[in-house]
């Protein structure tokens, strides 16, 4: 059976303000091996916050895409820590962990892809580290033109009529549900068509081992210490 993977999801955000360089570093301190963010592309560079909006993680107001760079990075994202950019957490992880970036905005497959393109050629980090998921498919599958050796992750906010069929034809690696969607046979699908389950956010013991149950094969999660490695 091959390991079961556990994704710090937006990185320790269960203990430091979330999809901040410090989250990153505290999971990677607490023995993460891999970590999760989300992305949009603003001024050609990928911003690392969730939502489209600053208001819940920033001292700053209004959607994130409608601002400019100068002024996303003068606002404060939690304990004083700037909204990351891409570039900053793949210098802070380098090899140390694998990431599942995670493209939010429209726009983000091009700044992505040449990235991590730079990033691969520079020998600073490997196609085996990285997993790129969406639930914007279109994006996702932008991106995968570009970078088809890249595993692809395709979140689903629902059970599709015909379970994970839209995944496998998108050649994706692996299918990312939310937890209250799961179910075995949407799991057993996807392994019938060769596919890997993921399964967000899962934050206490009783969750995982019910997600495991069903034979989910990782787990994002805010408490990376929570689990052992
Ligand atoms: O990538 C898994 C999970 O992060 C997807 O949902 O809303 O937390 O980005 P969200
Ligand atoms: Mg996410």
Redesign the pocket.
Known sequence: MSEFIL?A??GASGYEPENTLSAFDLALAMGARWI?L?VYAVDGELVVI?DDRLERTTNGTGFVMDKGLSYLRSLDAGKGQKIPLLREVFDLVSDRAGI?I?L?GSGTAAPASALIAAAITARRMTAEQLIV?S?NHKELLCFKAIHPEIRI?A?VSGVPRRSARFAEKMEAYAV?A?MNIVNRRFVADAHHRGLKF?V??VNTGEDLKRMQDMGVDGA?TNYPDLFSY
């Open positions: 994704f999801h937006r999760e989300d969730h599942n995670e939010k998921s639930f992750g979140l990312h939310g993921f967000y956010t994002f």
